[in-house]
């Protein structure tokens, strides 16, 4: 509901043609026009609308409702309102016309009345009329007159939509414009804003010159739309028609002639090879909105094709290594038309070349390894280069014959090795291997070099070690031995033959073989006292001794002697049996015995020089967890007899390293 309004002088523009209005009002002066569709309203002191209007102003709509005067100056009763537009209704067609309030209201179309309710009435009263409106400039006119009482009037004009009602097509677009840019191949098209107040909106249709149907490019409610013809260089034509809620459609606009520019090719094509696949690029062109990329094989055939919307490359990491392929690319516009192709470069995807290159010298030879992972397929044949001097120049490298083999690792991989036994003693080699599958060789791998071996030259003797007895046994230590082709070592013991004061040798035999690189060894024993003698032995690759050189230097010791002071009596039922199982401590087991009622297990107590009792059980097993590491300890087992005595003790010990 609106109230009474001011007197603010003011003409606007407030709809556009195709909408209905809403119900906002502008003042303005009685010699003000208000732009159309708006109302123009003029407020009168009678209801005959004689003289002059006391107050004027534009309305978007007319629907008022006044519980006094409508304005100052005016009296509240005995007033009339009068409202006026004059618009373009474009092709025209059916519309409604609704009036309704208390008191009097006419309606009159181009001054024809088409609704008559004047009458002084305490009660709404209402009327709606069907018409059709003429094409083109109409004017509607709305008098209401209050005589007494309250004051409500509103009127409204719609258009009628349903297809069964309204036939009327709306009329042909005006002032069309079409314009084309070649480079773009995007064709530009612009009108003039239909009047019709049921518009829904606007098509745009394509034909080919010499063709009688046209193809429906774009719909829109907007004044423009841009399309791509397909780029052929063919002649097209263009027509805009309007079209309503009911579904009728206009007349076209003129057709408007457009050529085509040709869509080209791509230029500036590149394929090249990587250790990933095929890498591809080209130039963009303007009017392309995608490219296709085909992959063909030897024979031609297509094999793979790709779509790529609005870039410029392309990465193919499905080409298998070795591979040959053939690649080209086309330009593909808005309207789905495809360019002739580019020249179809080709692309090999180089071989795998061999990871992880060693080299370990021999006597005049190389033991050479390498891997190759599943994904490097395919592979199985080798070229193996070698030269004196670097880089590895496979034009002057001399290559080599090798008799590969491989071994199969966890994860798939093979590991090749073959054995160079056509070098020189003494010489530095730098190596190189290829991966061959003909005519395709795959880059050089990592170089591995190695300076080979003279024959008969043994290791240097070990020197530094020492011995050091423990209440676990011996520790031996010497110092490392850093030549290149060092294999293992071999570790002696024995006795010292001769007496003290003069010549003595260790007579010894080999007690352990350790892996180069290893310069400690623990000789776990139960320290009991003897007198022992160790020597450290180096060997190389070749199995040449260091004892070869001369007399080698052994380490003379005195065991620690741990054994109880108590002597274990004999005649004993059990067997007792100590083990050191990897979770710690010491377990113990031992034989059944008739007749008995538990056992009883003892530990040796250095310090009290006795065996302390631990437990009492009548299992056949005891774990001790409250041995010290890094000492021995002997233990004792009894029979329990009923009568209270035990047996003799079955004994053993166990030695616990750190």
Same mark, same amino acid.
């Given at each position: 509901?609106?109230?009474?309004?001011?007197?603010?002088?003011?003409?606007? @523009?407030?709809?556009?043609?195709?909408?209905?209005?809403?119900?906002?009002?502008?003042?303005?002066?009685?010699?003000?026009?208000?732009?159309?569709?708006?109302?123009?309203?003029?407020?009168?002191?009678?209801?005959?609308?004689?003289?002059?209007?006391?107050?004027?102003?534009?309305?978007?709509?007319?629907?008022?409702?006044?519980?006094?005067?409508?304005?100052?100056?005016?009296?509240?009763?005995?007033?009339?309102?009068?409202?006026?537009?004059?618009?373009?209704?474009?092709?025209?067609?059916?519309?409604?016309?609704?009036?309704?309030?208390?008191?009097?209201?006419?309606?009159?179309?181009?001054?024809?009345?088409?609704?008559?309710?004047?009458?002084?009435?305490?009660?709404?009263?209402?009327?709606?009329?069907?018409?059709?409106?003429?094409?083109?400039?109409?004017?509607?006119?709305?008098?209401?007159?209050?005589?007494?009482?309250?004051?409500?009037?509103?009127?409204?004009?719609?258009?009628?939509?349903?297809?069964?009602?309204?036939?009327?097509?709306?009329?042909?677009?005006?002032?069309?414009?079409?314009?084309?840019?070649?480079?773009?191949?995007?064709?530009?098209?612009?009108?003039?804003?239909?009047?019709?107040?049921?518009?829904?909106?606007?098509? @745009?249709?394509?034909?080919?010159? &010499?063709?009688?149907?046209?193809?429906?490019?774009?719909?829109?409610?907007?004044?423009?739309?841009?399309?791509?013809?397909?780029?052929?260089?063919?002649?097209?034509?263009?027509?805009?028609?309007?079209?309503?809620?009911?579904?009728?459609?206009?007349?076209?606009?003129?057709?408007?002639?457009?050529?085509?520019?040709?869509?080209?090719?791509?230029?500036?094509?590149?394929?090249?090879?990587?250790?990933?696949?095929?890498?591809?690029?080209?130039?963009?062109?303007?009017?392309?909105?995608?490219?296709?990329?085909?992959?063909?094989?030897?024979?031609?055939?297509?094999?793979?094709?790709?779509?790529?919307?609005?870039? @410029?490359?392309?990465?193919?990491?499905?080409?298998?290594?070795?591979?040959?392929? &053939?690649?080209?690319?086309?330009?593909?516009?808005?309207?789905?038309?495809?360019?002739?192709?580019?020249?179809?470069?080709?692309?090999?995807?180089?071989?795998?070349?061999?990871?992880?290159?060693?080299?370990?010298?021999?006597?005049?030879?190389?033991?050479?390894?390498?891997?190759?992972?599943?994904?490097?397929?395919?592979?199985?044949?080798?070229?193996?280069?070698?030269?004196?001097?670097?880089?590895?120049?496979?034009?002057?490298?001399?290559?080599?014959?090798?008799?590969?083999?491989?071994?199969?690792?966890?994860?798939?991989?093979?590991?090749?090795?073959?054995?160079?036994?056509?070098?020189?003693?003494?010489?530095?080699?730098?190596?190189?291997?290829?991966?061959?599958?003909?005519?395709?060789?795959?880059?050089?791998?990592?170089?591995?070099?190695?300076?080979?071996?003279?024959?008969?030259?043994?290791?240097?003797?070990?020197?530094?070690?020492?011995?050091?007895?423990?209440?676990?046994?011996?520790?031996?230590?010497?110092?490392?031995?850093?030549?290149?082709?060092?294999?293992?070592?071999?570790?002696?013991?024995?006795? @010292?033959?001769?007496?003290? &004061?003069?010549?003595?040798?260790?007579?010894?035999?080999?007690?352990?073989?350790?892996?180069?690189?290893?310069?400690?060894?623990?000789?776990?024993?139960?320290?009991?006292?003897?007198?022992?003698?160790?020597?450290?032995?180096?060997?190389?690759?070749?199995?040449?001794?260091?004892?070869?050189?001369?007399?080698?230097?052994?380490?003379?010791?005195?065991?620690?002697?741990?054994?109880?002071?108590?002597?274990?009596?004999?005649?004993?039922?059990?067997?007792?049996?100590?083990?050191?199982?990897?979770?710690?401590?010491?377990?113990?087991?031992?034989?059944?015995?008739?007749?008995?009622?538990?056992?009883?297990?003892?530990?040796?107590?250095?310090?009290?020089?006795?065996?302390?009792?631990?437990?009492?059980?009548?299992?056949?097993?005891?774990?001790?967890?409250?041995?010290?590491? &890094?000492?021995?300890?002997?233990?004792?087992?009894?029979?329990?007899?009923?009568?209270?005595?035990?047996?003799?003790?079955?004994?053993?010990?166990?030695?616990?390293?750190?």
């Amino acid at each position: 509901m609106n109230s009474a309004r001011g007197t603010t002088a003011a003409a606007v @523009v407030l709809a556009t043609a195709g909408t209905l209005l809403g119900g906002s009002a502008v003042t303005a002066s009685a010699a003000t026009t208000c732009a159309s569709p708006a109302y123009k309203r003029e407020l009168f002191a009678n209801t005959t609308f004689k003289g002059t209007p006391k107050k004027t102003a534009c309305d978007t709509s007319v629907d008022e409702s006044w519980s006094g005067a409508p304005a100052s100056g005016l009296p509240k009763d005995g007033f009339g309102a009068r409202w006026t537009v004059t618009r373009d209704f474009g092709s025209g067609g059916p519309f409604t016309l609704a009036a309704s309030g208390l008191d009097g209201i006419r309606v009159h179309l181009d001054g024809a009345r088409k609704i008559d309710l004047w009458k002084n009435t305490t009660k709404t009263v209402g009327k709606t009329v069907s018409l059709t409106v003429p094409k083109g400039r109409h004017t509607l006119r709305v008098d209401y007159a209050n005589f007494t009482g309250a004051a409500k009037v509103k009127f409204t004009y719609t258009p009628r939509t349903s297809a069964a009602v309204d036939k009327v097509k709306p009329l042909t677009p005006l002032d069309p414009l079409v314009s084309y840019d070649g480079d773009a191949n995007t064709t530009k098209l612009g009108w003039t804003k239909n009047q019709e107040m049921d518009l829904a909106g606007y098509r @745009v249709y394509r034909r080919l010159r &010499g063709s009688t149907s046209w193809t429906k490019v774009g719909t829109t409610t907007a004044t423009s739309l841009s399309d791509a013809p397909p780029a052929t260089g063919a002649l097209y034509y263009y027509e805009i028609r309007a079209y309503d809620r009911a579904g009728n459609e206009s007349a076209g606009t003129a057709d408007a002639p457009v050529t085509s520019s040709v869509l080209p090719a791509p230029a500036q094509f590149t394929a090249s090879a990587t250790g990933t696949g095929a890498e591809l690029s080209w130039a963009g062109v303007r009017a392309a909105v995608k490219y296709r990329v085909e992959r063909t094989d030897f024979y031609g055939a297509v094999t793979k094709s790709w779509d790529r919307a609005y870039t @410029v490359g392309l990465t193919d990491d499905t080409l298998a290594r070795g591979e040959t392929a &053939g690649y080209r690319v086309a330009s593909v516009d808005g309207s789905g038309h495809v360019s002739p192709f580019t020249d179809l470069l080709t692309v090999t995807r180089p071989l795998a070349a061999p990871r992880e290159l060693t080299a370990t010298a021999g006597i005049g030879s190389a033991a050479l390894q390498w891997t190759m992972k599943p994904q490097d397929a395919p592979y199985g044949e080798f070229r193996v280069y070698r030269s004196a001097t670097l880089p590895v120049d496979t034009s002057t490298a001399q290559w080599v014959t090798c008799t590969t083999s491989f071994a199969t690792l966890s994860d798939g991989s093979r590991r090749y090795s073959c054995g160079d036994f056509s070098a020189e003693e003494g010489t530095t080699y730098h190596y190189a291997v290829a991966n061959v599958q003909w005519p395709l060789v795959s880059s050089l791998s990592n170089t591995a070099t190695v300076t080979t071996l003279v024959s008969d030259k043994p290791p240097a003797q070990v020197t530094g070690l020492t011995a050091t007895a423990t209440e676990y046994g011996i520790e031996l230590d010497w110092d490392d031995n850093t030549e290149p082709d060092l294999k293992r070592y071999a570790v002696y013991r024995g006795t @010292v033959l001769g007496e003290e &004061g003069e010549e003595q040798v260790c007579s010894a035999g080999e007690w352990a073989h350790l892996p180069a690189g290893t310069s400690h060894y623990r000789d776990v024993r139960v320290p009991d006292g003897d007198h022992a003698c160790y020597w450290v032995d180096a060997i190389d690759n070749a199995n040449n001794s260091s004892r070869w050189l001369g007399p080698v230097t052994a380490v003379a010791v005195d065991e620690l002697d741990l054994t109880p002071s108590v002597a274990t009596p004999g005649g004993s039922p059990l067997t007792l049996t100590a083990d050191t199982p990897a979770a710690g401590g010491v377990s113990l087991t031992w034989n059944a015995v008739d007749a008995v009622t538990g056992y009883q297990v003892y530990r040796w107590n250095p310090a009290t020089r006795t065996y302390e009792k631990l437990a009492a059980t009548t299992d056949r097993s005891y774990h001790d967890t409250t041995t010290a590491r &890094g000492t021995t300890h002997y233990y004792w087992v009894t029979a329990l007899y009923a009568d209270g005595t035990e047996s003799a003790p079955g004994a053993d010990r166990a030695v616990l390293e750190p």
